[in-house]
């Protein structure tokens, strides 16, 4: 089979699939809403107060499309492992690697594009709510946010699916990774430090300051999550090379 075709079947499975395109399309959907009832509400007040970061205040609701993220990323890896339908994949495509990098590619495309433009739907859409604290994508660091943002999302969805290979678990992923990023990563910071700032979340959300507050920078922040979820995505081939289907 070739690596067009297998990209076409794996693309049909993620939009077959109920919980891997329904996160797909809540990475957007729930993002754009909450972006609606958040920033008409409290957008002006919070920017009156002050001392905050700009760009990063206008790319608050990714904190909500990253949950999202890791669902679909999750999702689309954990139906393969529901009633054997990982052996009815690696007879179609016996080649492991091609199966795998194909698969891995369509979520990591997939997430990607709906990632950019979950990043400029927010933006755009919060801040026709903000009046005169408003900032357009002209403004420092605003643009990069936009791009860095829709990356960061497809990393995280990618760091998401390589887990669940090594796991063989969406739920055990699931409840590993959004505590993690919600609570744990944050609790982690105020111990460990400076160190905390190369966990996968945090150093990769430096990309939505205008002033990334100390190390790593915006994209060295972004690298540091594409080394996460490269260990991850070999990780993850590392298993599916060695286990059983």
Not at 53 to 80: H, K, M, R, W
Not at 135 to 142: K, M, S, V
Not at 174 to 195: E, H, K, M, R
Request: charged share 10%; hydrophobic share 55%.
């Amino acid at each position: 089979m070739s690596t067009s075709a297998v990209l076409r079947s794996e693309w049909i499975k993620v939009r077959s699939v109920r919980a891997s395109f329904g996160s797909l399309i809540a990475v957007f959907a729930v993002t754009v809403g909450i972006t609606l009832i958040v920033f008409p509400t409290v957008g002006q007040a919070e920017a009156e107060s002050g001392g905050g970061d700009p760009v990063l205040a206008a790319f608050y609701t990714l904190n909500f499309a990253q949950i999202a993220a890791i669902s679909f990323g999750a999702t689309a890896v954990s139906s393969e492992y529901l009633n054997h339908a990982l052996r009815v994949s690696l007879w179609a495509v016996p080649k492991r690697g091609l199966w795998y990098g194909t698969k891995m590619a369509v979520i990591g495309g997939a997430a990607l594009a709906v990632g950019l433009l979950t990043s400029l739907a927010s933006f755009l859409t919060g801040q026709a709510f903000m009046g005169e604290y408003a900032i357009g994508l002209g403004e420092p660091g605003a643009l990069r946010a936009c791009f860095g943002g829709g990356i960061y999302l497809a990393l995280m969805a990618l760091f998401a699916a390589g887990l669940t290979v090594l796991l063989r678990s969406g739920v055990a992923v699931l409840s590993l990774l959004i505590p993690f990023t919600l609570i744990v990563s944050f609790v982690v910071g105020d111990v460990a430090g400076g160190a905390a700032r190369y966990l996968p979340d945090r150093a990769g959300r430096q990309v939505l300051y205008q002033n990334a507050p100390g190390a790593p920078g915006p994209w060295t922040g972004l690298a540091v999550l594409a080394l996460w979820a490269g260990a991850a995505l070999l990780a993850g081939w590392w298993a599916i090379r060695r286990r059983d289907a």
